[in-house]
């Protein structure tokens, strides 16, 4: 029962702590602390109870868990972050009233559902959590209730909305090929199948489902703008451990059902080289703090990535030793990647929290005097930077000595993989590069505002005994996971594999590739963001609007290249007499669902405004009548406007996902086909 206790308990206590709340805000935010805390006790028992537990008659073949070392560690990860967050949020929501019971529930209900994921025995479990923590960490991204936070929200909505129906999709190839879903019965059934081209069509569905909650290229397009505009403590959630709840899909799907299907692996691979290249340039050119924080977020996303291609094309070579690196070096950094970015925003959320800014220039030279944050996000950055002796170094030398051994083994595609390699060191030095960027910003240079560095300096305490505890304490980690003997021991425990033991990171060629990454670092920043991005006492973002994807592809697809290829091919049908019935079917079919699918998203928009997303009409008490009334009016429509604008183009891209789907069942089941 200890995993039931683990994954409901929390979301069971969300409904508490919700009326709590209404009676008392204080002691609503010492529940919710209270229940992160019973949860991240008994987190803590995983690895030595080992348990499985399992219920029947919920989604045909019921809900299915068990741990085993991968998955306690990230049982315990999970707790840990929702625990320490917690704490924080009760000092960074101070000054605010505001949604703040919403918060809360929504809070310990994804933390059940994170949990569910995470200690889920196949696939199917993992789905049902996946699209429960997608729903309600959207609240997190629209707290603020700003134009920007809802448009944002709205976009990680949709792409959570047409990753799960692809996601789902896949799901239903796969079991189809394979006969099951069960993580302990895949690996098996996948080699018994004869329909392999339907199980790497499943995994490439799947792919994309989980890649667009880890932040994958090209469906990343929701990361970089819900982080700076979500509470400091959800950011840290979102970056730390939900993207992880996508790689963890994506690392079960290769390690239990395609780790021998080389095409796959290459695919995750590239898709991880143009991930972890493309978050680290616009981590590079952001001038927002926690943007700068998301897009790197990002790339780090892309070396994991990048770690599971090579465990799965060196597995397909039958090089097992290489693709042992390559796995531990992709879960250590799955771990180290969660510690660092919880500092690494929290710090963000005390900067945030005290100057309400996150633009470069306004916080330029706040933490000059401030030691416990500049100790914290220093430690951070050491540590997502890859300087040996904490705990990014490790994680990325293992990931490194994978490609360098796909190098060596893997001679048909040698060439690429050297190419491969020197993108990961130069993505690597550009980590130093942005990182060295926001230390010496905050924390070395003075602000151009001399009364402003005279008002940070005059307060040299920034948070409270609390906050610096659990800030402090999660940088502390970057120096303990920075020793070989604990993080060895980590990555044997998480893979079974005792000969990683022997791994040793700090050889001269290991040391040297760190040191390539760092001088790369150290070049860019005094050259690039010194002379280009740095302008006139200024920081500048010189990254081309045009280049946003979004906006120069998604949107544009979706409400005028998409809607006219599709009506180009019902005008072929309809000039087909043989098609014209299915076309005139089809059309009628397509209208029904649409109107009832309009009609249900209005329905739930007008819920979401009376419960979620309330609108709040506050005029000041010195303004007129009319003044007052003109006031509410405008205020109303631009914020109804911006909900209908954003409510289409999730309708659109809703309708998307289920035209997909729909037109793949329909082409396998009429035509019997079989990939």
Known sequence: MLIAWIVFFPIAAAFAVFLVGRKNEYARDLAGTAVCAAVFLAALALPAVKPSFGIGGILVSGLHFRTDGFRAVYGIVTAVMWLFTSVFSIEYFRHEREGLNRYWFFVLVTLGATEGVMLSADLMTSFAFFEMLSLTSFTWVIHEETPEAVRAGYTYLFIAVIGGLVLFMGLLLLNSAAGTLAFSELSEAVRASDRQGTILAAGVCILFGFGAKAGMFPVHIWLPKAHPVAPSP?????????????????LMTALEALAENTVYGRLIFILGLVTMLLGAVLALFSVNLKRTLACSSMSQIGFILSGIGMYVQLTAGGFEEGAEVALAGAMLHMLNHSMIKLTLFMAAGVVVMNLHTLLLDDIRGYGRNKLPLKIAFALGALGISGVPLFNGYISKTLLHEGIVEGAHELHEIAAQLHAAEWVFLFSGGLTFAYMLKL??????????????????????ACMNAASTAVICGSSLVMAVLGQPAVMT?????????????????????????GAISLLIGAAV??????????RGGSYVNLWPEKLDLENAVMRPLLTRILPGFFGSILSVFGENRLLRPAAKGLVFIGTFAGRVLCDSMDALVVLMKKTVVRERRSVSPDIGKVTAFRTVREVTQETVGSVRENFSFAMMMTCLGILIVLMALVLLAVFHIRL
């Open 525 to 534: 920043y005094l050259t690039a963001v010194r002379h280009v991005l740095y």
């Open 439 to 460: 230390f010496i910003c905050i924390f070395v240079e003075k602000n151009s505002s001399e009364e402003k560095q005279r008002s940070y300096e005059a307060k040299p």
């Open 489 to 513: 021991r980590i990555a044997a425990f998480m893979t079974h594999n005792e000969e990683i033991l022997e791994f040793r990171a700090f050889t001269l060629a290991n040391l040297k590739g």
């Open 234 to 250: 959800g950011s840290a959630l979102l970056s730390g451990i939900l993207t992880k709840v996508g790689i963890y899909g994506i």
